[in-house]
């Protein structure tokens, strides 16, 4: 077992809840954990995974409020530049954009609500993850950090 996945089974006992989401809004969506580990800590995430087209252009929008320590994942099937865009999303947020090993290539941290400006990847990955704005600087996620969604 890797050490993000003992992590994992370490952390699970104490996270507190997360259900702050409207469920209304999301209830179409799949759910999986994922993990991200820093140098100092990991972190368990409670994640929407966004795999349809509709789910991938519905995305976070409308959501008023995520819990602490949710999420929503964008992933792709294969390495490709990726962009997103924050229009009708209502609450700022971290981008991080995953490499095909797992880990963080860029962050675009605290994005601006509403905005239609494009938000870049800057290289090829397999996946996007939106957390509450300021959630990486709060618990220090940086570029080469490792995420994984936990089986």
Same mark, same amino acid.
């Given at each position: 077992m890797t050490r993000i996945g003992l992590?994992?089974?370490?952390l699970l006992g104490t996270v507190a809840a997360w259900?702050?989401?409207p469920a209304h809004l999301l209830q179409?969506?799949?759910r999986a954990q994922g993990m991200i580990e820093t140098r100092r800590a990991c972190h368990l995430l409670d994640l929407?995974? +966004?795999l349809t087209? *509709?789910?991938?252009?519905?995305?976070?929008?409308?959501v008023r409020e995520l819990g602490q320590y949710e999420g929503m994942l964008f992933p792709s099937p294969a390495p490709a530049p990726a962009t997103m865009w924050m229009k009708n999303t209502l609450i700022p947020l971290d981008m991080l954009f995953i490499r095909e090993?797992?880990?963080? +290539?860029?962050?675009? *941290?605290?994005t601006t609500p509403l905005s239609e400006?494009?938000?870049?990847?800057g290289e090829p990955v397999t996946a996007v993850l939106e957390l509450n704005g300021g959630?990486?600087?709060?618990?220090?996620?940086?570029?080469?950090?490792?995420?994984a969604v936990l089986p």
């Open positions: 992590a994992a089974i370490a259900g702050a989401a179409d969506f799949a929407y995974l +966004a087209p *509709a789910q991938r252009a519905q995305g976070l929008m409308h090993d797992g880990t963080i +290539a860029r962050i675009a *941290a605290r400006e494009t938000i870049d990847s959630f990486a600087e709060r618990h220090a996620v940086a570029a080469g950090d490792r995420f």
